[in-house]
T-cell receptor, first 112, second 111 residues
Framework: DAGITQSPRHKVTETGTPVTLRCHQT?????MYWYRQDPGHGLRLIHY???????DKGEVSDGYSVSRSKTEDFLLTLESATSSQTSVYFC???????????FGSGTRLTVV | AQRVTQPEKLLSVFKGAPVELKCNYS??????LFWYVQYSRQRLQLLLR??SRESIKGFTADLNKGETSFHLKKPFAQEEDSAMYYC?????????????FGKGTKLSVIP
């Protein structure tokens, strides 16, 4: 266990429904990130957090919101899922530097 | 704005042949470059960071500021090297650290 878990691992949902993905860490790291991974696009940053209740937008934040009410949990919500949000979502944590990133195992989301 | 370019989507080499995965970057500040590897359906793992100048699993990468490149090299490819490789550029903002990734290169080592 790398100290970071994502749930669920797989999800299929219908267009227009809200979806929440969870990232949980046991490392007490300050920084948490959500990326999406798509063929031909690599990893793109959706949102990140630099502390409890402190979040900011990344490169592809439209259609997504996040919340961090506790150090250990970082939630990603798709307000109204669309087919373009079918992707693999990775969470990452970081203590306080650029080389300490640890990634989760990913959540494969399919929007039908 | 920072940008990372990996020109090859797919690179196929024979086992034992040399490997070079290309990475070019664009960044106005002092760059911090990394290589990440993702084996089939696994999480991303840090392979190399330019600051440490170390060799991991036989891979090396040298930062060339003049050419704004950070190519990943290995003299003799192994089948277990088959994976997705991402070059990443680190930046420090106001109270945050971020990685910007390239689009990735899939390395396929042919037995």
């Amino acid at each position: 266990d790398a100290g970071i878990t994502q749930s669920p691992r797989h999800k299929v949902t219908e267009t227009g429904t809200p979806v929440t993905l969870r990232c949980h860490q046991t490392e007490n790291h300050r920084y948490m990130y959500w990326y999406r991974q798509d063929p031909g696009h690599g990893l793109r940053l959706i949102h990140y957090s630099y502390g409890v209740k402190d979040t900011d937008k990344g490169e592809v934040s439209d259609g997504y919101s996040v919340s961090r009410s506790k150090t250990e949990d970082f939630l990603l919500t798709l307000e109204s899922a669309t087919s373009s949000q079918t992707s693999v979502y990775f969470c990452a944590i970081n203590r306080d530097n650029l080389y300490g990133y640890t990634f989760g195992s990913g959540t494969r989301l399919t929007v039908v | 704005a920072q940008r990372v370019t990996q020109p090859e989507k797919l690179l196929s080499v024979f086992k034992g042949a040399p490997v070079e995965l290309k990475c070019n970057y664009s960044y106005s500040g002092s760059p911090e470059l990394f290589w990440y590897v993702q084996y089939s359906r696994q999480r991303l793992q840090l392979l190399l960071r330019h600051i440490s100048r170390e060799s991991i699993k036989g891979f090396t990468a040298d930062l060339n500021k003049g050419e704004t490149s950070f190519h990943l090299k290995k003299p003799f490819a192994q089948e277990e090297d088959s994976a997705m490789y991402y070059c990443a550029l680190g930046s420090r903002g106001a109270g945050s650290y971020q990685l910007t990734f390239g689009k990735g290169t899939k390395l396929s080592v042919i037995p």
